[in-house]
């Protein structure tokens, strides 16, 4: 392969390194999502948003949608304490389970963030109070093909009457990572390579003189 050829796919390794998805934060690294509200909780996000970036938060605190604290609800909307319906069940309205998190981000759409299923304690006679998202795509979560600058990124429980409602959903992102020495990254490596192509071209065309 001519040095040339080398040294352009070397450039595109680079290029498609530094092509790396974002990661949503939430502001502080906490936001409570009150049950009470059908507005829910709001922040910007700075920068252009598509659904490969990805977002990570685990979630405390259970709404609960009926009066007197109870039918109050996991981020899946499976019921931890019972109200009109049992323990471990679920009840739902259109695309939602109610009291679920709803995750809405502004011009592109509205999903539920975990599924009301029996990893998420459907069922179960004791399901989890708290759930956990690992580092998901947002086109995993459900949110179609986009590209929005700045948007607004919405947390709701999903309900259609909230007058009765209390408590709330708190979202937390794990700390970040402690330091590491520094290690050669894949550019740093790439340009290594890079420069040894082009010196090798170099001496290649000197001896062909």
Do not use: H
Not at 15 to 40: F, K
Not at 138 to 151: D, R
């Amino acid at each position: 392969m001519k040095p040339s050829r080398i040294a352009s796919l070397v450039c595109a390794t680079l290029v498609t390194a530094a092509a790396q998805a974002a990661n949503v934060n939430l502001p502080g690294g906490t936001l409570v999502i009150p049950g009470t509200s059908p507005a829910g909780a709001s922040f910007t996000y700075t920068g252009t948003l598509t659904q490969a970036d990805t977002i990570a938060f685990s979630q405390t605190g259970n709404p609960c949608l009926q009066s007197g604290n109870t039918y109050c609800v996991n981020g899946a909307g499976v019921i931890v304490v019972a109200g009109t319906s049992p323990v471990g069940a679920s009840t739902g309205f259109g695309s939602w389970t109610y009291g679920a998190l709803l995750m809405q981000i502004s011009g592109v759409g509205t999903v539920q963030v975990w599924p009301t299923n029996a990893a998420n304690g459907l069922g179960s006679g004791s399901p989890p109070t708290g759930l956990t998202l690992p580092t998901t795509t947002l086109a995993a979560l459900g949110f179609p093909a986009f590209s929005q600058a700045n948007p607004t990124i919405t947390f709701i429980v999903a309900d259609t009457n909230f007058g009765d409602n209390s408590e709330s959903f708190t979202l937390t992102q794990a700390a970040a990572p402690a330091a590491v020495a520094p290690v050669p990254t894949l550019a740093e490596w790439s340009l290594g390579a890079l420069a040894l192509l082009v010196g090798l071209g170099g001496a290649a065309r000197a001896r062909r003189r």
